[in-house]
């Protein structure tokens, strides 16, 4: 997409919250690859798909400083939750705060840890499934969770495109090389449908017949 173009988008699209202006401000002068925060028109796009879905349990894998999380929180049901899974301790209180400051932290349930460790251990099953963490693991992350997402439920996964490494056959590395094992093996699945939109690095919305 060309800067003109998201430029219109974003002047044409409701205001980003204040909060996570902030949150996305301070993400990039505090952290290395600040572009793994969602940021402005992807974190719109997942809470319009959280608030159009309605999930009672969210779980999402790949925390980072909380962008997505506060996002997908806004569409939680009353008395919903989300759960969010972070392997860098480092950045539990930073996503914290901002998640105190957008007024979600009582229903964001965060787990510092190995996601392919713990998902076994959570006792519920979800609506909503985000997908943003290690790209080498995303495959294992799908096959781990799938049981524990309900019938008519949906997984969304990140960086499905990965800067157009994979329409290119670009796989030499293994972040590369897992985005496309991940995206192979969707389709060869028979109990889900899947769409890869193009916005920002890609993401694939799939949901579970």
């Known amino acids: ?19 996570l ?6 993400t990039h002068i505090r952290f290395v690859n600040p572009n793994m925060s969602s940021g402005f028109i992807q974190g719109r ?6 608030r159009m879905i309605k999930p009672q349990h969210i779980l999402e894998i790949g925390t980072f ?11 939680l049901q009353a008395g919903g939750c989300l759960t969010t899974i972070e ?22 349930r965060q787990i510092t840890g190995n996601a392919l460790d713990v998902i076994p251990q959570l ?24 049981d524990r997402v309900k019938s008519g439920g949906f997984i969304i996964a990140d960086n ?8 290119d056959g670009c796989t030499a590395d293994r972040q590369s090389r897992g985005i496309a094992e991940f995206n192979n093996m969707l389709i060869e699945q028979t109990n889900i449908e899947n769409v890869i939109i193009p916005v920002r690095d890609g993401l694939s919305i799939i949901r579970k017949k």
């Open 45 to 50: 796009l997942l809470e319009m798909i959280s």
């Open 123 to 146: 006792e519920a099953t979800f609506d909503l499934v985000f997908i943003d963490g290690d790209k080498r693991e995303y495959s294992d992350y799908y096959r781990t969770v799938i």
């Open 1 to 19: 997409m060309n800067r003109t173009t998201e430029n219109y988008i974003t002047a044409h699209s409701t205001a980003e919250n204040p909060v």
């Open 160 to 167: 499905t495109l990965w800067g157009g490494k994979i329409a």
């Open 65 to 75: 400083t909380g962008y997505s999380a506060i996002c997908l929180a806004m569409g």
């Open 87 to 108: 392997i860098d301790d480092e950045l539990r209180d930073f996503a914290h705060t901002f998640f105190v400051k957008a007024g979600v932290d009582s229903c964001i």
């Open 21 to 26: 202006e902030e949150l996305h401000r301070q």
